[in-house]
């Protein structure tokens, strides 16, 4: 048995206050029980002046289910003005309380101290064997497979959760994160007589991936070690996405009219994009990550006097977030990934290359060469055919800070990707 708490405030002030008392010795049995023999019960007071106190007087009561009320148990003396004592004989767990009168120096009884409330409680040791998935019977959740968060757990002295506040045997229970910092409490759903197994639900929808031990703490405060059979794993099947995807775009010039005005068009149809996106960082949120693109514009235009031609190379780093769309659990439980809607911007460069104006007799102008501080923020949208093959739709805005202009582009692009 463990004593949990005690303690009253004494003398004048008579509040109520809470002290921890420790187990000595106490050893616990192949049960994970600690016998009442090898414990040591002890109470603690406060008193602000014990230096004009001969001895303390403790008066016991234990709470009764059946009539609701109070009987007195136990009536201790201290040999000293010490403010703790030692309960001979070991109270059977229970409800309790306790009230203490003090001795004055010449041996009177001064008035008691206000009724403090405590318990007892057997020393269960809670034991996890396993904890388990239900629909894979591992103890390793993928976010791709099921979303109903049920987990069963096994082990010993497991027990209900406290449903009377005069209830002495009683658990709680919570996931706690092996990185720190994490901490959820689980949905009881069932739990057995024998206190060996619980199943439990967690809410998917506000956990993050990770590493878990559940513990279980009984009444009496004791917990399950954190050790491997503990451990449940929240992960994804892929925890890293790399993504590559090329085709056709065809870019719009919106503003700025330089480009039209010696190429009579704000539209190149002679266009192409590559992409690659690499996600490192998976999230219930979302997953996170970066991307590089790349565009290649063939640029040519004619006029009555001239014409005109020149290579736009255009590269972008971008931040990239994607939220991934999937079908509802199939009969084996796999949630089919068919879509992922993506964000991105960042900055990058537009490479005005070899441009050159051609006149009449093979008269050919300098080649201007002109690398430019780029801008891009865009959008795309991602659905998958297979597990590995996409096609997706990438719209980019991207704004080119050149000496004496500013240029805005829409590219609107179609490619066809695969994720490895």
Known sequence: M????????????????????VIEDAVEDENGIIPAEETWQFLEWIDDYPQYVLRYEVVIEQFDKKTKSYKEALTLETESNETRIRIVPNLKPGNYRFKVCAYNLIGLKEEYSEWCDFSIYIAYKPRVSS??????????????????GIFT???????????DPDEITFSSYALVSQSGGRRYVPEIVSHDDNNKEIVFRIDLDLVEVGKYNLISTASCGLQNDADSDSLLVL??????????????????????DTIETYFNSKMFPLSVMGKMTFIPLKKRIGYFGIGLEAYYTRMSGEERTYSIDGNLVSGYLNFVYQFPIRLKPNEKGVRKHIMTLEIHGGAGVE???????????????????????????????SVFL?????????VDFCITLISDMSMGVLRPSVLVGWQF
């Open 2 to 21: 463990l004593l949990l708490l005690c303690g009253a405030a004494f003398a004048k002030e008579k509040k109520s206050d809470v002290i921890v008392s």
């Open 131 to 148: 904890v388990s998935v239900n629909v894979n019977h591992s103890n390793t959740f993928y976010f791709e497979e099921l979303n109903d």
């Open 153 to 163: 757990v096994k082990g010993n002295n497991l027990f209900e959760l406290q449903s």
């Open 235 to 256: 992960r994804y099947k892929k925890p890293i996405d790399f993504d590559v995807s090329g085709g056709y775009t065809f870019p719009i010039v919106m503003f700025d």
């Open 351 to 381: 490479y005005f290359m070899n441009y050159m104006f051609h006149f009449s007799h093979d008269i050919d102008s300098e080649p201007l060469n002109s690398m430019n501080l780029s801008f891009d923020a865009g959008g795309a949208v």
């Open 386 to 394: 297979t597990n590995r093959l996409y096609i997706e739709a990438n």
